[in-house]
């Protein structure tokens, strides 16, 4: 009696006290920030809740308002519909450059004050496109758009080392902390029609109005400050600790023909010291890697393996310095910061940089298991 007693009252407490029926709220999924004629435009992508029998209707609808603040267009976009607005699942933030050049810290600030608001959401800025053109674009039909978006910068993250999937509460962290500045992430349009809005966009196997990712963008005190191209992406992610997985095509003969390297591991220490009141920061890169396709000429002996783990080294070095020689008095890098944690008396001192690469390319399994491994083994 008094384990069914127990029950009965875990059931009762266990409700659903702020239960919210579904088809009287409107899940956000995405939220786009501009400016347009001195006012903030904003925009929401709020899921569509549909019937079994509505399949050619979107999965999402934009609402949008202007305001002198963020905050007043997102009040006066409630007027225009009849659900209420809920934020709690927001999966995408997309601010315009020109807003982004203005501030994103602001912006930033008044999400993390928001009560529904999640810190999980990602943080974009659209490139050479408004914001509000990005998120009303379609696309697979079978996805909602800023799902679609979110998983396609979190999977490059893990797989590419073409961008870095920035959130709000790390963004909010490093723009906190002493000598460094958070990164973002970049998205474009390619080929912006206005078809690409509706589902036209998607009844084709290659829609003409796509977004696509773009490297990412460093900013300076708050501020978006400059764009980075992909090899200084890359580099970003090296000397930061970020590559998971990757893949570096090494030229291997002198046809112009090339093998590629798969990065499966790659891990970055870093080591302080100082000599003679002189900051030495040693970064050493130790990656795993595999090669996944020869196409060259050369025979695939133990010689040559060498000479393609040196370049690889190599083209590693490359992709780092070119990071360190971007133009910008933005410290997205961090590498005071490395300095400053080990010596918290550190005051914007000069150093040096010293970039150990070590690259272990092994054989087994994907030589043996290819159709060249008879040729290769020895």
């Known amino acids: 009696m008094k384990k069914f007693l127990i029950v009965i009252i875990i059931l009762f407490l266990s409700g659903c006290y702020n239960y919210k029926e579904l088809n009287k709220i409107g899940i956000v999924s995405s939220i786009s920030i501009d400016k ?6 904003v925009s929401a992508q709020v899921m569509n809740v549909k019937d079994e029998k509505e399949e050619s209707s979107s999965n999402v609808i934009v609402y949008e308002a202007k305001g002198k603040t963020i905050e007043e267009a997102l009040r006066k976009m409630t007027t225009k519909s009849n659900k209420k607005l809920y934020g709690g699942h927001l999966g995408k933030l997309v601010i315009s450059e020109e807003v982004a050049s203005e501030g994103i810290i602001n912006i930033i600030d008044l999400f993390q004050r928001l009560p529904e608001i999640k ?3 990602t943080i974009t800025v659209s490139k050479g496109i408004s914001a509000n053109k990005v998120v009303k674009i379609m696309t697979s039909s079978g996805s909602i758009p800023a799902d679609y978006v979110k ?16 959130k709000l509460d790390e963004f909010v962290s490093y723009y906190l902390k002493k000598y460094i500045d ?28 796509k977004i696509i990712l773009d490297n990412i963008a460093i900013t300076n005190k ?12 890359i580099g970003y992610n090296f000397i930061r600790n970020n590559v998971n997985s990757m893949i570096i095509p090494i030229k291997c003969d002198n046809e112009d023909n090339y093998s590629s390297i798969s990065v499966t591991k790659s891990k970055t220490k870093t080591k302080i010291k100082k000599i003679n009141n002189k900051f030495i920061i040693n970064l050493n890169i130790n990656s795993n890697a595999v090669i996944n396709e020869y196409n060259c000429k050369n025979d695939l002996y133990e ?4 000479v393609l783990t040196k ?3 190599n083209q590693i070095k490359k992709y780092i310095n070119k990071a360190l020689k971007v133009k910008t008095e933005s410290d997205f890098l961090g590498l005071k910061r490395y300095i400053y ?3 918290p008396k550190y005051n914007n001192e000069k150093y040096d940089l010293n970039i150990i690469t070590s690259v272990n390319i092994s054989r087994k399994g994907e030589i043996r298991n290819s159709s060249k491994g008879d040729k290769y083994e020895h």
């Open 151 to 166: 998983q396609s910068i979190e999977t490059a993250d893990l797989d590419s080392a073409l961008t870095y999937s920035s």
């Open 222 to 233: 708050g501020k978006l400050d400059k764009f980075l191209n992909e090899d200084e992406t």
């Open 303 to 306: 010689k040559e393996i060498k």
């Open 182 to 209: 958070p990164v973002i992430s970049v998205i474009k349009v390619d080929n912006y029609d206005e078809k690409g809005t509706t589902l036209k966009n998607n009844e084709t196997t290659y829609p003409k109005t």
């Open 311 to 313: 370049k690889t080294e």
């Open 119 to 121: 810190d999980e959401f």
């Open 36 to 41: 347009e004629d001195n006012k903030y435009l």
């Open 341 to 343: 944690l080990e010596y």
